[in-house]
């Protein structure tokens, strides 16, 4: 049972930055794809960024539209840490975020493809 607990949330002003950060109780970076979520209030919860790496043809990281150029998927192998660098946020980027790992194939972020997930913190981007 994987366990992944996210921080890093808080409150911003648009145009700002914040990283969030996963912890997870074991390597899984090779066993699945990690990925960020994140749902609005009477939003259905959307991926946001994910990435896997496999050893035969290397790290691939996937993003939305809506965050590309602005966010950053990172992870720490060492640390079993996964990153989220958000820039430039932005007034529709206000939600919980969540942590999730599971299978992305092809870079699609399905909830229902996602087996464990952090409990979620929050980004509130204000103006």
């Known amino acids: 049972q994987v366990q992944l607990v996210e921080s890093g949330g808080g409150s911003v002003q648009a145009g700002g930055s914040l990283r969030l950060s996963c912890a997870a109780s074991?390597?899984?970076?090779?066993?699945?794809?990690m990925a960020w979520f994140r749902q609005s209030p009477g939003k259905e919860r959307e991926g946001v960024a994910a990435?896997?790496?496999?050893?035969?043809?290397?790290?691939?990281?996937y993003y939305a539209d809506s965050v590309k150029g602005r966010f950053t998927i990172s992870q720490d192998n060492a640390k079993n840490t996964l990153y989220l660098q958000m820039n430039s946020l932005k007034l529709e980027d206000t939600g919980k975020y969540y942590c999730?790992?599971?299978?992305?194939?092809?870079?699609?972020?399905?909830?229902?493809?996602?087996?464990?997930w952090g409990q979620g913190t929050q980004v509130t981007v204000s103006s």
């Open positions: 990435i896997y790496t496999d050893y035969t043809v290397g790290t691939n990281s």
């Open positions: 999730a790992a599971g299978r992305c194939p092809f870079g699609r972020m399905v909830v229902t493809k996602f087996d464990y």
């Open positions: 074991e390597y899984t970076f090779t066993k699945y794809c």
